[in-house]
């Protein structure tokens, strides 16, 4: 372990000494988080330092990997998972199950036993080396360790991952209790409450356009507040549909339909024959 730190340069060091502390910081805020959500993204983020570890020592393909299938596809199972169910600080700390405490204190102690007795195994025998570990190829050796040696361990990891899906999907599932509402029943409900029964009308109606910022015409020309969004009215982004507006927009109109009829009537002559002040000046010449 030793000669190992001394091998390694100083940016490896400080790669490792900063990098580490973020991965135990984002730990500890996976556990310690009251939000589901907030855990979910600080674990998020120590997978993703560990990707960055992986690829810092030459384990290019679980680096990748780790990224792409742990932070990108697990985690964001997680987070799906917490969205639908509803996780909150407010769920009930009752147990369900008698014992479950003792026993999760248990499986944590067991398994922190089994973490330090591997790296003092570790750092009581001398390493090989990525060199001789990659010989063959970095994907070649971990795919030599996964479907020889480690098979069963990889076979009982996707049967877990399986497993976990199948329990997201109950867990979201809701039983209905009560009978739907037919169409006609909601249709009589709205018009006892007094809501809206037509469909709102849409942006613009009446008013020369149809953008969304632009309210609609009710048929005595006064605008509609109901086809703009509220959002847009409170922030001040509705634009103006006022009589004065809408003659400006249609003067501008006609000056622009003028115009385009003159450029157009320049270069035919049933556009001449269409006006007649242009032949005035032949008409005085000739007398």
């Not at 393909?61 to 985690?75: D, E, K, N, P, R």
């Not at 003792?102 to 009581?124: D, K, T, V």
């Not at 006892?192 to 009308?201: F, I, W």
């Amino acid at each position: 372990m030793t000669a190992l730190a001394a091998a390694a340069s100083s940016g490896e060091a400080v790669q490792f000494w900063i990098l580490g502390i973020v991965a135990v910081v984002g730990a500890l805020c996976t556990i310690l988080m009251k939000r589901a959500v907030h855990s979910a993204l600080s674990l998020a983020g120590t997978m993703i330092v560990l990707a960055v570890f992986y690829l810092a020592n030459g384990a290019y393909f679980l680096g990748i990997v780790q990224i792409v299938v742990y932070t990108g596809a697990i985690m964001m199972l997680f987070l799906f998972v917490v969205m639908l169910v509803g996780v909150t600080a407010a769920d009930s700390l009752k147990e369900t199950l008698k014992g479950q405490r003792w026993l999760a204190a248990g499986l944590g102690l067991g398994f922190g036993i089994l973490l330090i007795a591997g790296i003092g195994n570790a750092s009581l025998k001398q390493f090989n080396g990525l060199g001789d570990a990659n010989a063959g190829g970095n994907v070649q050796g971990l795919a030599a360790l996964i479907f020889t040696k480690y098979v069963f361990a990889f076979e009982l990891t996707g049967a877990l991952l399986i497993t976990a899906v199948v329990g997201a999907m109950v867990l979201t599932h809701r039983e209905r209790t009560e009978r739907a509402r037919t169409q006609r029943e909601r249709s009589q409900a709205r018009i006892r409450e007094g809501k809206q029964v037509t469909p709102l009308p849409a942006p613009g109606v009446y008013a020369r356009h149809n953008a969304v910022d632009i309210p609609g015409l009710l048929p005595d020309g006064t605008p509609s507040e109901l086809t703009v969004s509220p959002t847009l009215r409170e922030r001040g982004q509705v634009r103006d549909v006022s009589g004065q507006a809408l003659a400006d927009l249609k003067a501008l109109e006609r000056r622009s339909q003028e115009w385009l009829g003159r450029g157009s009537g320049s270069g035919s002559g049933s556009g001449g024959a269409e006006r007649p002040g242009p032949a005035a000046p032949k008409e005085g010449a000739q007398k």
